[in-house]
Every structure is written in C-alpha cells, then in structure tokens.
C-alpha cells in the first residue's frame, strides 16, 4: 500500500494531497499541467520535503514531518525515470545498466540484469553510445537502469513525453510487460489520458494540487470532473469484458460485457481473457425501438439511468447495459426528441472500431493485473 497525506508551499502554488493506493500494481497520477503531479513524486521519492504529512510504503514511514523522519532519498529504494532519460553521454548502454547495478547497495536483488535486458529487449544495443539509440531506446535504457537498481517502487515522471507518437507507441508495450511480470509497483505520471488507459490499475485525479478523485479507471471514468479534463473528444465509459470468441481471420474479438456482447477490434488475445477498453461518448448512438439495416455490429438492451448537461453544449446519457455503464454524448436536440428519462429502455449502439487501440489485456483469473 502506497499512503500519501502531505502538504507543500512553493512560490505561487500550494499542495495537498491525500491518497490511498494498493501496490502492486500502477498508480497513475493524471491531471493538467501543473496540477502538482511532478511535486508530488518528487516528495515521495525524497527529492522534496513536505511541510506537513507522511509518506508511508508497504507499513513503513518514508517521511513524516512532525515526527522528523526523512528517509534519505538513496535508502528508500525507488527508481526514477524522468522525461529525459539522463543517460551518461560516455558510457555504453551496458555500462549505464550496470551503474543501475551500483546503486543497488545491499538491497535484495528483484531483477537480475541478463532478465531487464531480455524484458526491454536491449541485447542489441548493449555496446552503443546514447547518442546512437532512438529517443524510444534510450528511454528503455533508462527504464532498465532504474530496474537494476532494484528498487521496492518506480516513478516515472512522463517518461514519454518527450517522444514523438511512433517512439511512445514503442515503448509502450514495455511498460506494460513491466507492470504484468514483475511486483515492483509503479507511480506513472501523466497528462495523456491514453497512457493512464493503457497501464493504470488506479487513478488519482489531480487539479490545483489538490486529489479530486480517486479509484479504479472504470470508476472515475464517469467522474465529471475527469471528463473537464480529457475534453469531450477523449470522454467515455471504461468498462471490462471477458473474450469469449476470436476471429483471427478478421482480427475481432467477441466480448461479454455485463449482460450483452460487442465485436472488437483486437488481436493476440485469447478466449478467456479479460479486457480492458474505452468506449467513448462520441461514437455511442441511442436508440429507442430495435434497428436494422446498419453496419454498425453492436447492439445492446440498455436501461438510462442518468442524463445531463456536459460542459461542451451538448447531453451525456448514462445507460446501464446490464451490469456495465456507458456514456453517450448526444445533442439537446436529439434528447428532447427521442424524449428521453431515467428509467427508459433504449438500444445503446456502439460501432466495433471504436475501441480500436483502448485495450488493456488483464488477468484471466484476476480482476487487475499482478
């Protein structure tokens, strides 16, 4: 358990900050731009003394203001992975791994090198120069470094942003291995509500330095205040389904989601897995009576359970779709004439290539990923 409660006073901006998070796993600290995310990671790591509160890992206080205990920041055992990789500019790729070794002091080893470089797929790279890697490279190197310093927690401060999208795609599916293969909670710091999708198992909702919310992605997902953030393109229900068919040919799969099913864009997957997707507003269609005749392939029996104003002019519809809950962003317009209210039973339409690219494979027999 990750437990934070602290408070902090820089020039013009004032933290405080309180969260609950079960490890391990990745806690994603997501929110806009100087919502206090880096100032945040920076007193849990000991880069930053809070000026009141504590910062407890696992049952054991790495800081505690009033008690005077400040753990210094090279015993509390956390990698670092900043925006840049920082590499040393001199040293091959192996002698940069292996200083993350050095760093390691008496800790008990997590990870052994030839496994990092196997994990990262860095075997190729181990006698080049920094200035010979991609950008998407040498943040792997980083990656790698921090591992091997073996540490009981990483952070990483949004490491791809400085990427472009080709390169945050490439290392994208490291993150992810590192999150399903090793224990080593992780606290990921973003703005890029795709990244948090695709790696969180739980959200902390940042603004003002202050937690607006926290909890699992499904659940805050329908927060309004998440939504003011993403905006109204990126808005919609994060729900769970189980692959109980795949289509290898057309690259589909068929998912049980609450009491319905929808066909999806996914590959590599296989029946019996648990799945993680977005579907978002925009591309869900409500309907009030049966439809036929349209290519849109998914259609499931829904009961509306809540309808409002958005921040953008138009209308979200909550609807219930037997266990799972969906959002639709339909007009004013479009409300008033299908005349709809809570309780009514609707057709919630959603169109298969939409969950193109928010997946989250999970664990077949678990409900987030170890």
Known sequence: MLEVSVSKQLTGFRLDATFTAPTPGVIALFGRSGSGKSTLTNIICGLLAPDAGAVRLDGELLSDARAGIAVPVERRRIGYVFQEPRLFPHLSVTANLRYGERRRRSAPSVIAFDEVVGLLALARLLERKPWQLSGGERQRVALGRALLSQPRLLLLDEPLASLDVARREEVLPYLVALRDRLSIPMVYVSHQFEEVLRLATHLVLLEGGRVLAEGAVEELSLYPELQSIIGPDLMGAVVEGLVTR?????????????????????????????????????????????????????????????????????????????????????????????????????????????????????????????
């Open 246 to 370: 795949v289509n290898t040919d057309t690259g589909s799969a068929e998912l049980a989601v609450g009491a319905g099913a929808l066909q999806v864009s996914l590959r590599d997957v296989a029946p019996g897995a648990r799945v993680r997707l977005q579907l978002l507003a925009r591309d869900v269609i409500l309907a009030t009576q049966p439809v036929q005749g349209l290519s849109v392939r998914n259609a499931l029996a829904s009961t509306v359970i809540a309808i409002s104003d958005d921040d953008f002019g138009a209308v979200l519809v909550r609807v219930d779709v037997g266990g799972a809950i969906v959002l639709a962003r339909i007009t004013q317009d479009a409300c008033r004439a299908l005349r709809l209210r809570p309780g009514d039973a609707v057709w919630t339409l959603v169109k298969a290539v939409s969950t193109r690219g928010h997946t989250f494979t999970l664990a077949a027999d678990s409900r987030s990923p170890s």
